[in-house]
């Protein structure tokens, strides 16, 4: 296909504000697509304004300074660099300022005419000189990106010149995102939407998917699999509670939200390579997760999970330091000196031959347990006891994580989607700082502590509870707490004790619920122990009024 007929169905494209017709025009754009196999890719890519399949982070890594000078020096001696950004100042968009210079001896054509331009500037022509154009490398490297894709825009009408600067500097803005190509390609093809989904999911190729649907239809796009070596898109997670989690599934699965960075890792039998968040390769930066690979995997597996930063003692570091682990190209031994990284892995996403994706998070997780032992293993409990989640996320944020994530556990594993199954905890809208009332002593190895604290609210001159805070606190904080509250033991009865109001802790909820269990009417929904207010007697604890007032504006 001709590059300025890419260009025409391109400007039809960004001229309709349907979403529903524009997927009729790209599935036009489609239809028109050459024989050839490369055409179809590359359409399929560039009308997303990509050069590159979506599994592979090459960039064409040229600035847009760079694209100003092409742009300029194929405009002619009278315009230069700095005359195209002052133009793109002025018109605010790339596209507009190139379509407005007149290219090469291609004087008459400037306008947008609709047609095509007498240079037969074939897509596959633009698309081989942008690769060379990405693989340029070393001295004189940026000289070479500006010679061609000065040559391109010399050929270019100003239509072609409009959509050719947009994908370089990946600002296509038609208003042609992954779900419109996705349908497009149904359509196109004649083949069911779902499962163009699914093989766009695991091959993360739009390129590659289009033509698969166009040659081998249904039973080609089936056939697509995880691939080692090649990354997809990482499953997301919502924000969300623990109210939400339990109403939406029986039992949550539930694991520490660990403090660090995304990686994918895929193992062949013999390499490793690593991606990150975003898919890129960061296989060099993180040595030790490739030793990892070699110490603890027999099998070809995908893996995705987290690489946390660690002190000497192995207590994890601030993420910031994951990141300089990640953007460190040079020197690694030197920066793995100063700090060391760990994977943990929650996922198995492909294990010898055999594809997950759509196995249960629990089976999923059961075959990791099998692949790794412990270390480098994340534990997941699956529970439907809201005390077991607060200690779970009380021992990680003591740990120095962030906290827990919730997901369902029949649920499949979605590449690059953001769902409902995976829920990132919320931090806490609102905190109380509440007075201490009763206790509980512990059970078992937890005796003799005190372990299960009522709290209360101020009401005039009197206390009403409303709430148990119970455990999620680690036991050389709970044997401080018993220390600090003995003292204020009044009657024991049991296990139970009541205290003289005195110590005043802060704690985190969900929700403020009306409840006849406490008397003061209300009950917190998923309290949870976030510290002493050492600064705070019960004279300054929160009174009932201000938790009606919280209660109403819920
Ligand atoms: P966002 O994805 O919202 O842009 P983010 O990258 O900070 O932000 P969050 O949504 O806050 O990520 O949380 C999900 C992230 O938490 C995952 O991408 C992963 O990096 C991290 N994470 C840590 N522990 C786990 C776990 N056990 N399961 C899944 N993800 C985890």
Redesign the pocket.
């Known amino acids: 296909m001709e590059f300025a007929a890419f260009a025409t169905h391109a400007a039809e494209i960004e001229a309709e504000p349907a979403d529903l017709e524009i997927v009729d025009l790209v599935t036009d754009l489609f239809e028109d697509a050459g024989d050839a196999d490369d055409d179809l890719a590359i359409l399929a890519r560039f009308v997303q304004g990509r050069v590159f399949p979506a599994w592979d982070s090459t960039t064409l890594d040229i600035g847009p300074r760079s694209c100003y000078e092409a742009i300029a020096r194929a405009a002619g001696q009278n315009v230069s660099a700095a005359d195209v950004e002052d133009d793109l100042a002025e018109v605010g968009e790339i596209g507009a300022v190139a379509a407005g210079y007149e290219f090469g001896g291609q004087q008459g054509l400037g306008a947008f005419t609709g047609g095509g331009s007498a240079n037969d500037l074939t897509v596959r022509e633009v698309h081989e000189t942008l690769v060379d154009l990405a693989t340029a490398e070393g001295s004189g490297s940026q000289d070479r990106k500006v010679d061609l894709l000065f040559s391109l825009f010399n050929r270019c009408s100003s239509e072609e010149a409009c959509y050719l600067a947009r994908i370089v500097l990946s600002e296509m803005r038609i208003g042609v995102g992954e779900g419109t190509v996705r349908d497009a390609i149904a359509a196109a093809f004649d083949v069911p939407v779902d499962r163009v989904e699914r093989a766009l999911q695991v091959s993360n190729d739009y390129g590659r998917v289009a033509v698969v649907a166009r040659e081998e239809g249904l039973e080609g796009l089936d056939a697509l699999d995880l691939e080692i070596g090649r990354p997809v898109q990482?499953m997301?997670?919502q924000a969300g509670t623990v109210t939400d989690a339990l109403e939406s599934w029986e039992e949550a699965a539930v694991?520490?939200?660990?403090d660090?960075?995304?990686v994918q890792l895929h193992y062949d039998g013999a390499e490793t390579t690593v991606f990150s968040?975003n898919m890129e390769n960061v296989t060099d930066a993180l040595p030790e997760v490739v030793e990892f690979a070699a110490e603890h995997l027999e099998e070809p597996v995908i893996l995705d999970g987290?690489v946390v930063a660690v002190d000497d003692a192995g207590d994890p570091l601030p993420f910031q330091e994951v990141l300089r682990r990640f953007r460190r190209k040079h020197d690694v031994a030197k920066a793995r000196e100063d700090v060391a990284v760990e994977p943990v892995f929650?996922d198995c996403l492909h294990v010898a031959g055999e594809d997950l994706l759509d196995e249960p998070l629990v089976d999923r997780h059961a075959r990791l347990e099998s692949l790794l032992s412990d270390e480098g293993l994340?534990t997941l409990w699956l529970t439907d006891d809201t005390a077991k989640i607060e200690e779970i996320d009380a021992d990680a944020l003591e740990s120095g994580h962030?906290g827990i994530?919730l997901k369902d556990p029949d649920s499949a594993y979605s590449p690059g989607r953001r769902g409902k199954h995976?829920l990132?905890r919320k931090p806490d809208v609102e905190t109380l700082d509440l007075v201490v009332t009763g206790a509980e002593w512990g059970e078992g190895r937890r005796a003799t502590f005190l372990g299960t604290f009522l709290l209360s609210v101020r009401d005039g001159d009197s206390f009403e509870t409303i709430g148990k805070v119970a455990t999620g606190i680690t036991d050389e904080r709970l044997a401080e707490l018993t220390d600090r509250l003995e003292a204020h033991i009044r009657t024991e009865e049991g296990q139970t004790v009541e205290l003289e109001p005195a110590v005043v802790f802060e704690v985190g909820y969900e929700e403020i619920q009306s409840s006849p269990t406490y008397s003061a009417g209300y009950a917190l929904r998923f309290p949870r122990f976030l510290g002493v207010r050492e600064d705070k007697g019960p004279e300054d604890a929160e009174t009932l009024e201000r938790v009606l007032e919280l209660q109403g504006s819920q």
């Open positions: 990482a997301l997670a694991e520490w939200k660990y660090g960075a995304r968040r987290e929650f994340s962030e994530m995976w990132k």
